[in-house]
């Protein structure tokens, strides 16, 4: 059974641009979380799909959206992209209560 | 206060030696994550705990609802062990997305 999957592995953008990452949960798996680790700082939770419906966000700006299609893969944007924007962003897929992470999408923001 | 604690913050090992991580919470939880962090970002989903006890090989993770608190135990640790281990909360009013503690950077040298 395949993993988590995330796209693109790495990712560098400039200040202002806009980032999309993407994120395949696990066949089955309806529940779709983001998490950002900024450099230096710990895991924060930033989305949750569930259904094809965002069901709740961190306390991040609007300029962080995502949605989740009908095959349950996600997208995350970033938009007017800023230099602390630049992290470690993790996604993760849900069976019941565990959470299976894929490998992240690193963001470079010049 | 952060609502995930967790002790030490650093530590350093030798090989062989007995590991002891602590992990204190101030939340209601769904249940309690234990993850394992290595260099380049990849994380790894060691246990999850709603109660009691498990072990997986030399690893052990505990959880006492009552105090919430946490362990995790290493026995017969291996440089191999050397990663960041993270203890992470699915918080039980809000669809189980996951709280995360600092992180606990162990090295095991030979």
């Known amino acids: 059974e395949a993993g988590v999957t995330q796209s693109p592995t790495h990712l560098i953008k400039t200040r202002g641009q806009q980032a999309t990452l993407r994120c395949s949960p696990i066949s089955g798996h309806t529940s779709v979380y983001w998490y950002q680790q900024a450099l230096g700082l710990g895991l924060q939770f930033l989305l949750w799909?569930?259904?094809?419906?965002?069901?709740n966000r961190g306390n991040f700006p609007p300029r962080f959206s995502g949605r989740q299609f009908p095959n349950y893969s996600s997208e995350l944007n970033v938009n007017a992209l800023e230099l602390e924007d630049s992290a470690l962003y993790l996604c993760?897929?849900?069976?019941?209560?565990?959470?299976?992470f894929g490998p992240g999408t690193r963001l470079t923001v010049l | 206060k952060n609502e995930v604690e967790q002790s030490p913050q650093n530590l350093t090992a030798q090989e062989g030696e007995f590991i002891t991580i602590n992990c204190s919470y101030s939340v209601g939880i769904s249940a309690l994550h234990w993850l394992q962090q290595h260099p380049g970002g990849g994380i790894v989903s060691l246990f999850m705990?709603?109660?009691g006890k498990k072990k997986h090989g030399r690893l052990i993770a505990t959880i006492n609802i009552q105090e919430k608190h946490s362990s995790l135990h290493i026995t017969a640790s291996h440089p191999r062990d050397s990663a960041v281990y993270i203890c992470?909360?699915?918080?039980?009013?809000?669809?189980?997305?996951?709280?995360f503690g600092e992180g606990t950077q162990l090295t095991v040298n030979p």
């Open positions: 992470a909360v699915g918080i039980s009013t809000s669809g189980s997305r996951l709280t």
């Open positions: 993760a897929s849900r069976a019941f209560l565990e959470q299976f």
């Open positions: 799909y569930d259904e094809g419906e965002e069901r």
């Open positions: 705990l709603s109660s």
